[in-house]
């Protein structure tokens, strides 16, 4: 449009993120952001005369389509060890559920290869150290915009590389397991966060059999290795099926269908 208009720039240094009702549904939005324009537009008599982001995707594509490219200043990690040297320092809560063992420096930075699955506490959170950026390809079904799709672009190397940022409370796993997966979380000698051995073993279990239609080999070797089975039974479906409903009904953990509609549900 061509209508004159004024930008304020507003730093929450504590957000919190809540679900709210909006014209697009019920999304996940900072509700100090987004009640302040809820209100502020009651004030003005109704309309759509205050606009204001919800989240931080929104305030960067915002800020594009304003042509402000120097008002936000992108991250970019030099490397995957500093990636996690970043998110260590950070203090949040993570693990890389699988395909760790060769992290942080014997990985090749490569965007055709390389994806990592974390777990966090905060998917907002984890976002923001990482500056991760929601693909265009995937926006109209992004979790920000009160979906599903959880993947983020992170400059690593000058290349982005994508991050699943999978999350409490997103039916990835039972919310409980997903809870004490970060309470057992140990840190490796290279420095990085992954799920103790017990919750290593079972969630491949899980990934390998309830996620997904067929076990690869990659995870064969994990599950022989960590569980000690043999290859005849790391490939037996109804062999780790035992195993893993075994393993849950100690814990009191339940399958559930994932908020994402891409992950695979063979649990019935």
């Known amino acids: 449009g061509t209508t004159p208009f004024n930008m304020y720039f507003i730093y929450d240094l504590k957000p919190k993120y809540g679900m709210r009702p909006s014209s697009k549904g019920q999304r996940l939005v900072n509700i100090a952001m987004f009640d302040l324009k809820k209100k502020l537009r009651t004030e003005m008599g109704g309309g759509f005369f205050i606009h204001a982001t919800d989240n931080i995707q929104e305030t960067k594509e915002n800020q594009v389509a304003l042509r402000q490219p120097d008002e936000y200043q992108k991250r970019k990690f030099e490397s995957l060890r500093q990636v996690f040297d970043v998110l260590n320092f950070s203090g949040i809560d993570y693990v890389v559920l699988r395909n ?24 907002y959170e984890a976002k923001r150290i990482l500056d991760g950026d929601s693909p265009r390809s995937t926006w109209s079904t992004s979790y920000e915009n009160g979906k599903y799709r959880i993947v983020n672009k992170v400059i690593i190397e000058g290349k982005l590389v994508d991050f699943d940022l999978r999350h409490v409370g997103d039916n990835y796993l039972y919310k409980q397991w997903q809870l004490d997966i970060l309470k057992r979380r140990m840190k490796l000698d290279t420095g990085i966060y992954v799920p103790s051995e017990e919750d290593h073993l079972y969630s ?7 996620q997904k239609p067929n076990i690869s080999d990659t995870y064969v070797n994990v599950m022989k290795s960590l569980g000690n089975f043999t290859d005849a039974q790391a490939r037996d479906k109804k062999f780790l099926r035992e195993k893993l409903v075994s393993f849950m009904d100690n814990h009191g953990y339940k399958f559930v269908a994932p908020l994402d509609v891409t992950v695979g549900n063979f649990s019935s």
Request: aromatic fraction near 10%.
């Open 100 to 123: 760790f063992e060769k992290m942080p420096e014997n990985v090749n930075v490569d965007p055709n290869h390389l994806d990592v699955d974390l777990l966090v506490s905060d998917y």
């Open 204 to 210: 491949i279990i899980y990934h390998t059999i309830i």
